[in-house]
T-cell receptor, first 115, second 112 residues
Framework: AQTVTQSQPEMSVQEAETVTLSCTYD???????LFWYKQPPSRQMILVIR??????QNATENRFSVNFQKAAKSFSLKISDSQLGDTAMYFC????????????FGKGTKLSVIP | DTGVSQNPRHKITKRGQNVTFRCDPI?????LYWYRQTLGQGPEFLTY????????KSRLLSDRFSAERPKGSFSTLEIQRTEQGDSAMYLC??????????FGPGTRLTVL
């Protein structure tokens, strides 16, 4: 079974600063996808960034980037130039490739951006 | 708005009552998923539909839970004889491919 671990229940960052959220996962498979989802207070979950395991290059989406270390099974999210709107729960998630449908989520990290 | 929608957004019920939630996926998406999220936890998979066929059910989905997706469009999730432990956020997601799932706002259930 696949597991996803987020070891930081809460984090805070000053506005305009950079913060990194950690995620580790465990799987014996080689074909999979990793995601970071953002869930703002009382709002729906949205996809922030995704990474295909077969790609060596780290994914980047504007101010969001990942550090994907496949051998270490680590998938951290870096948020640059933090904005107040980044305040949210952030969930790391995993799905196997080749016909899988079940997302496995970590417990989440609550990020607060301080003005 | 062409995103995933869920109704109602909030539901308060007494223990032992039946409740039904509805999910309307993004129109061209043929795959639909239900997840449950309890306080302080990430979402947990409940069930999956491809078109109208329910292809997988988690062991979390007890006999009191039933989900349908008639005609492969909207889906309903019914909980019979609700228990306090059923209190949670119920999330619906849909996808066209097998990888990227788009989530709705959820239905928050409180069982008194």
């Amino acid at each position: 079974a696949q597991t996803v671990t987020q070891s930081q229940p809460e984090m805070s960052v000053q506005e305009a600063e950079t913060v990194t959220l950690s995620c580790t996962y465990d799987t014996s498979e080689s074909n999979y996808y990793l995601f970071w989802y953002k869930q703002p207070p009382s709002r729906q979950m949205i996809l922030v960034i995704r990474q295909e395991a077969y790609k060596q290059q780290n994914a980047t989406e504007n101010r969001f980037s990942v550090n994907f270390q496949k051998a270490a099974k680590s998938f951290s999210l870096k948020i640059s130039d933090s904005q107040l709107g980044d305040t949210a729960m952030y969930f790391c998630a995993f799905i196997l490739g080749a016909g899988s449908y079940q997302l496995t989520f970590g417990k989440g990290t609550k990020l607060s951006v301080i003005p | 708005d062409t995103g995933v929608s869920q109704n109602p957004r909030h539901k308060i019920t007494k223990r032992g009552q039946n409740v039904t939630f509805r999910c309307d996926p993004i129109s061209e998406h043929n795959r639909l998923y239900w997840y449950r999220q309890t306080l302080g936890q990430g979402p947990e998979f409940l069930t999956y539909f491809q078109n109208e066929a329910q292809l997988e059910k988690s062991r979390l989905l007890s006999d009191r839970f039933s989900a349908e997706r008639p005609k492969g469009s909207f889906s309903t999730l019914e909980i019979q004889r609700t228990e306090q432990g059923d209190s949670a956020m119920y999330l619906c997601a849909s996808s066209q491919g097998l990888v990227e799932q788009f989530f709705g706002p959820g239905t928050r259930l409180t069982v008194l």
